[in-house]
């Protein structure tokens, strides 16, 4: 019997349909990983190729714009979003629009073209999650801006422009809709029960285990219980931060060990597939210190979006959230 | 300058920024539209390879479920929601869930394997148009649903799992997310201004027409002022109908018309993309005659979405809807 699950966060029922995991044409079957050759802006010395660095991490005899880093973050080449002007919201008739304010950068993660992130050793993973914390500790001084969200696509098939392990951040003068619904779904459940949802989630799922995929003294990786997509895995801290930035030094080596351990567990359990990861914090330059509670999601493609989902918002999920964590656990 | 605009039924905000236009990788570079040989169990005199009928156009010395039929809806053999049973709403600690209850059905639109949607004729496609509507109608009697979603995935890209051209018709108990905050969106317009917002836009669409693509005596098709994808196209009813369902059997002919043609400029103009094609009408069995007003929306398949639309919502369009407007316009 398929199964209707709520998100208990935005309220977004997926429908949990296992009878559809017979059909083989919903899962992707392109080849997990590629690998293409050619000219690389990313790799070391191309540095004149990319637009100049704002931060990196390099020898100290070195230059910037030069070899001899070791993780470097610059403009994106094609921004999204720019950080000249001002907003200038205005109408057209019933419509509303704005200029296209805000910040887009890219996180070169290794000066080897061919190494994955889930390669780094944990010492580079730390180092690549503080500077992720560093843009936007700099960026929370710019006051147009509202959020700041970072993520990365590895694999063509999620996303990936370019090979080379690299991860990406867009600050808005907007609160994501997404993050607007958390923000909302957290707000209704505090006034009710005067705790964080996620607090609660972690309590319940910590006892039951069904979807704990791995833990550690300050983390977990669970699979939700409503996940839109198979194999949807959350990395959440057990303690209330709502600000990814707030979190202190010591705690970013267990950050990057938790990632690095569910990055390998899905690598091994699920065949080395593409996948998502979005790093979802706090709105900044406001104080909701009780209205959220910051966490990653790794989303592996291994299926499409189709009209349904498109049309509908709810999202048909082939995979229990318990039978992936079972599978993750028991196959890495 | 890159631009927010804002949806102004559901307050979406997306990004056109043409700057990432430049970047080939955004664009997909797959086979528009893919062919493969095999065994299709839609094919005429394979009807023993689905489910019995519910609904046929057949010839009248044929029996169900042989050959000799035009049109054909047939349950999905791997539905993802079931017919047969309650609800069962309850708990699992803070998560709610309840059965999958709803219904999922296939319409096979020709016995033909290799005729295209777009190929039909006008006539056969205002058939297939009425039987959506008859389907409706009939599941509108059951008291456990609440929302009928009509789709098309045209092309494997697009989500399709057979070649052989077919639509479906997935029936909730439940009012979908889209289609909840589209609800909202109009309720809140016509409390501010006592006109249905779609009729609203309609109007400065036919006055401005720069993103008008083709318009008859009672539909126009166009680009909608802040588009999620690129070329994505609306057909809408220039008359207030809420319901699909309710439109009279003369208009169908004309909405295969104006269907059937922005189908063929989308093929020509486009190279022949895989898209996706879905019908949004007013959730059934409640009286919403002024809250709604239906749909097509028509999402050609040309790019792929990354991290940063599922974390945040926010889409990244590269193309101007009146540019896609104007080069659907003239190379069509």
Redesign the interface.
């Known amino acids: ?6 998100d ?1 966060i935005v ?3 997926v ?3 296992t ?2 995991n ?2 083989d ?2 899962w992707i079957s392109k080849p997990h990983f590629e690998r293409v050759s050619g000219f690389c802006p990313f790799c070391e010395g191309n540095e004149d190729k990319t637009p100049p660095e704002i931060f990196a991490y390099r020898a100290e005899d070195s230059q910037p714009n030069e070899p001899g880093w070791r993780i470097r973050v610059v403009p994106n080449k ?5 950080i000249e ?1 001002n907003l200038d919201l205005r109408s ?9 304010i805000g910040a887009h950068e890219v996180f070169i993660e290794s000066p080897e073209h061919t190494l994955r992130f889930v390669e780094f050793s944990f010492e580079h993973i730390r180092d690549i999650l503080w500077i992720f914390r560093e843009r936007m500790v700099d960026l929370k001084r710019d006051s147009r801006l509202k ?1 700041i ?1 970072i ?3 590895e694999g ?7 090979e080379h392990s690299h991860s ?1 951040l ?1 600050a ?3 609160v ?4 607007v ?1 958390e923000l909302e779904g957290f707000r209704r459940h505090y006034n009710d029960k005067e705790q964080c ?1 996620f607090c ?2 972690i309590r ?1 799922e910590l006892t ?1 285990k069904i979807r704990v995929v791995s833990r550690s003294q300050s983390f977990v990786s669970l699979e939700p ?2 996940p839109r997509f198979p194999f949807e895995t959350w990395i959440l801290p057990l303690h209330h931060w709502s600000h990814y930035e707030d979190m202190e030094y010591n705690h970013f080596y267990e950050l990057a060990n938790i990632l690095k351990e569910t990055l390998e567990i899905i690598k091994k359990g699920l065949d080395d597939p593409p996948y ?5 914090s706090c709105p900044i330059n406001e104080s909701m210190d009780l209205d959220f509670h910051w966490h990653i ?1 790794i ?1 592996p493609k291994l299926t ?5 989902e ?5 999202y ?1 999920n082939p995979v229990r959230p318990e039978n992936a964590a079972e599978w993750l656990r028991t196959n890495s």
């Open positions: 019997m398929p199964e209707f699950r709520k208990p309220g977004r029922w429908i949990i349909s009878e559809r017979k059909r044409s919903d094609f921004p999204a979003l720019q002007g057209e008739g019933i419509f509303d629009k704005m200029n296209g959020y969200i993520f990365k696509n063509f098939a999620a996303g990936a422009s370019l990406q867009i808005t003068p907007i994501p809709k997404i993050v619904e949802i609660d989630i319940q039951s219980f409503a998502n990861f979005l790093l979802h999601e989303i499409s979006i189709a009209g349904f498109w049309g509908s918002g709810i048909i």
